[in-house]
């Protein structure tokens, strides 16, 4: 018997969804939001990288009678997957109204929350663990979140959420304990042990439901069939003998069909032969669709004789595998038939000599060898029914080693599986190094009595790899080489155990961090009622963790709304010779297609000169520029359309690198020259002068959510009402209005809250928005334009990478004399902020430091890439790269320490920086003595050496470096802030300022700082959104200092609300809040003021400091690091709200640690980018946190120059001190060569790499 509609329940209730509703292929993802409106799970990717689209799928085991919860990424879960599952989203685990989860109230509290575009999927991962697992241990909790990525917290605070239910790792010292909470009633909620009855209840419905009939269901031209025992898929199979297979649909998730023949999956996921394991001490056994999660389970629970080492490398294998949600839903079947390069337990079925069990469709079974069946294109025509591995007592040791570990398919890197048996014989493969996998059993035979495999011959080897290495370039050979050579040497140092790094033969698992964030309690005397200075979580915090608070995407369609989706170049440079549209006309749903003769004002935008176009006309200057756009009536229909638009290109030699660019004179503007002193005379009085070069590289801001904009036309007098996701409103109406070609006015920019931003929304959403505003005006009706993941990273700029050459001169003692410095940045196609970042560069590359004698010369290379943009730093962490670079080097000249160059060389109260405004009240010195005591810096340094004198091939390095970074921007004119403040009849305060949240809790502070300033309780006043319309020609929200703009005009409206009730109160002096606005009503005193704020008349206004110190060990064999500490104080003057300056501070660091050492983006020859989604570029996820991660507010210590309550900007300056890290991982190499007696200084370019580590350290084989 068939069934045809898929039946399933979401948070409770029963959903039927039956053929005729599906146009198309339906992920759960889409189906949830768009269908049910159930919009907390995020499309962040949209392929399955980020976890921020988490569900809990629930399904009852007949078997064993017990339910199991699994998480899944429901953008990749294709709808039918779910029939006769429980699913349940954010909403369905907590909402405000109706309560909270204790795992939502303690995200709440600990400030696991900052712009809440990942906390839903967050949410759902950990309230799956505690299902399943009531008291996890903290590695628990580290595994239950590595599939989900934040870019905003750093993780600490979220890790420390589940210390209620796993352990606060600081005990009494837990934030929860200290006395700074307000006295209100707006009760903070209380974190408490998790009580399993508030878990939804499993629907008894599904219990009673014993899947029996085979499901078949069409959505468009694609239909599912998903049968439940092997005789019903053979029946299918034989009626549909080219049907293909799927089984966790990991590889096929977000599939759409809309051009060729039909398409039919027959999935083998429900299949009860296919899930069989089965295990004796002969065999282990999978069925092919048993998950890598059943098999962990299974084998993890194994206590066979002999059978460990082969258990232990599958356990190393799987749990290298991406992540919970894959791994919960990929089996093994689907894994072996998947035929990619660089999937991870190939080579281990490989070196364990497994059989694969195949049935064709007339019901022919064969047993192949793994290695048979992937070289036997027939085979992919069968059915994969099982596979087995021989368990014998023969194998001695396995190895599996993943570098790096967690490494996304299809990026650089190995896996490699090694075997050593009792008789001696020693075989290996590889995977990762084209072409596919590598057999290296040239070591076949060793005598049976010798245990050591040294004499394994790496010239050999080295022969075998290079020839089948032939095709690749001779750098990627020689690194692949070396570093297959590595993991051969760690294999062996395990086998003989020979060396101290002798420890487990497999990838390393990662260790649990610990933590612990110190700040000022605030004084006894502050009343109770008062919010500032106190660590409150942000007053949206429940309804993000609830995934109740809208972003873009989540408002609800207009009625008669249209989708516009881009068309983007594919040439980095090229003539366009011909763009043809006929194929658009064509597709369904078309309303409308535009280009740059559709817009009746300008084509060209720019943030400070207009020289970018908004839709090519006649040339493409980077890979992925904007030509046009289609707009339709479905998202799906216009996406589809899109891609069927026909250019011609006439291509041309793209401009890509910086060298290029100098090589080609290829500027934008002239030189930028900043001097000091006489640098010919200062150099001469040197006793040594040093040269060198380091570079820098791009960045991505990754923001979890995607640029995106919805438009609604009003019909009258040009009206245009724009929701963006953004960070700068003046610069986006005036975008609008310009390309448009009306006046400003009749354009309103509304914006609740953005999903990250980071810089990379201050100028870019204009590539989205105009196009969207423009389709609204044209066709009259609402237009929604979101952007997918690609469609952002390929348009949108980066952080500027630089090329620094740099000159120093120093006295013998290390005192620095004299700098020169040529910096060349990578401004991408066009200008946008790229000469102001440069300038920031310019000025910071002395970091903290006084030299007498500086000239440094800037340019910005004008290149073939997306033009660059603001990000988190603006040109500043480079300059400390830049300059850190230069203290080490000096360091290494002289044999001197790097801190001792450090500290003689500080700058001192009264020297006046090129951001001029001179030296005072400086913490440095304070915080640098702090920082180094709370790291114990002495002890720490004195175990690195002793750690490197021991090993050899694993080498640790520590750093310390203190920051400076200017508030307030140079341009004075750019210090105006306005706030509106709004006074209601019942007391309740409404205001409107310029800044943007975008999870930086400025809402929060500018409540606080109101709720003092008003002297009325912090749940009066409430900050429903800003727009152009309240609050006109806001200054955009960068800079770290929006707070002290933003806050001197809400002080200034604040002050003029109470001077105007000051009579009022006079008259009676006990009255409440409440009787004297209505007295002042009464009165006809108006209750609304606009106030302007305008500090830093002369520019930068003051410097926030810092210290850090970072201790990282490398592993020289395979490239890989972790950090092992950081230790940070920083000084923020007298902290508005700690909870949100701790989190930014740990945010920035790990984002600051992304660029150092972990994220790098990558263009092919012809100026694409490879690293197009978060599965190509990687940023920090969980396992990257500093294993200890300790941050301190340096205590007592005001702000003298403060704007707002004695308080700092902070957003960004800690990222600056993720350098520590750079300078650390520089240490240990340099350790590394000595042992090798190689004396030359390494520049190490960031993102320092797992290969440019291996490289730098030369210790590679071969
Ligand atoms: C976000 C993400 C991250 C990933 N990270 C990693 C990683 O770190 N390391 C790694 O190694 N891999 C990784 N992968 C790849 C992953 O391992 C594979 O996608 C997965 O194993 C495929 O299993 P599946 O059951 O989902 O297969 P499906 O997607 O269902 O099918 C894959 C292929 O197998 C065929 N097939 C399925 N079952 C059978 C059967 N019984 N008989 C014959 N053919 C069959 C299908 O026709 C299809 O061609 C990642 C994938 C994603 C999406
Ligand atoms: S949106 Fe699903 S994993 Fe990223
Ligand atoms: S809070 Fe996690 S991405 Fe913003």
Known sequence: MNANSIVFFVNGSKVEVSSTELETWATLLSYLRGKLRLTGSKNACGQGNCGACSVLLSEFDHKSQTIRHVTVNSCITPLFYVHGCAVTTVEGIGTSRDGLHPVQKSLVQMHGIQCGFCTPGMVVSLCCLLRNNPTPTKADVERAIEGNLCRCTGYRPILESMSPFAGCPMGAKCCKNKSNKLDTNDTEPEARPIDPTQDSIFPPQLMKWHLKDTLSISCGRTTWIVPCKLEQLRTVWTEHPTAQFVAGATAVGATTNYDGGPIIFISCHRVEELQAISVNDKKLEFGAAVTFTKMEDHIRKLEIEGAKPVVSAFLACIQSLASDQLRN???????????????????????????????????????????????????GKELILNIQVPLDNKVKFVGFYKTPRKRPVGSAGTTTALVLDTGGHFIAYLEGLSPKIIKLDVFSYLPETERTIQSLSLDKFDRILRKRLSEEKAETRDDLVNLSAGVLQKFQAVVNETTPEAESPHSELPIHCRSDIIFDEVPDSQPKTDPVWRPLPQTTAEDLVSGQAMFIDDMPSYQNELHLCLVLGKRARAKLVHVDWSAVKACPGVVDWIDHTSLNGRNMWGIMAADEEIFASKEVVYWGQPIGAVVAESREQATHAAEKVRIDYEEMQPVLTIEDAVKLESFIEGAVVIERGDGTEGFLRSNQVVEGTIGTGAQEHLYLETNGAIGVPKREQHEIEMFVTHQAPTFIQKSIASCLGIPFNRVIVRHKRTGGAFGGKESQPVKICVPVALAAQRTGRPVRGILTREQDMAITGKRHPYQFQYKIGFSKDGVLQALEVKVYSNAGCSRDVSLEVLDCTLNFIEGCYAIPNVKIEGRLCKTNTVSNTSFRGFGIPQAYVAMETIIDHVAHVLKIGSKQIQEINFAKSGFVPFTKLPLQDETIVEA????????????????????????????????????????????????????????????????????????????????QIASRALSVPLSKIHIAENSTNTVANATATVGSCTTDLVGAAVLNACSEITNRLQPFKEKKPNASWEELIIDAYLNRISLSVMAQGRPGDGGVYYYTYGVGCSTVEIDCLTGEHKVLSTDIVMDVGRSLNPGIDVGQIEGAFMQGYGMMAVEEWTLNDRGEVESKNPSRYRVPDVGNLPRDFNVTLLSDSPNKQAIVYSSKGIGEPPLLLATTVHKALRAAILSARKDRSLSAFVQLDTPVTPAKIRQACTIGCI
């Open 928 to 1007: 640098w003595n702090q920082c180094q005591r709370q790291a114990n810096y002495l002890q720490k340094e004195a175990d690195v050496i002793a750690f490197n004198e021991k090993h050899s091939y694993k080498k640790r390095g520590i750093a310390m470096m203190a920051i400076r970074f200017q508030m307030g921007y140079p341009v004075s004119l750019l210090n105006q802030s306005t706030a509106l403040v709004h006074v209601y009849l019942d007391g309740s305060v409404s205001l409107s300022h310029g800044g943007c949240e975008i999870g930086q809790g400025l809402n929060m502070k500018i409540q």
């Open 329 to 379: 839903v990929a089996t093994i079947g689907g894994h072996l038939a998947c035929r990619m390069d660089g999937l991870d337990m190939i080579p281990l079925l490989f070196a364990l000599n497994a059989t694969v069990h195949l049935m064709d469709h007339t019901g022919k079974r064969r047993d192949l060898t793994v290695e048979e069946y992937l070289s036997n294109e027939q085979t």
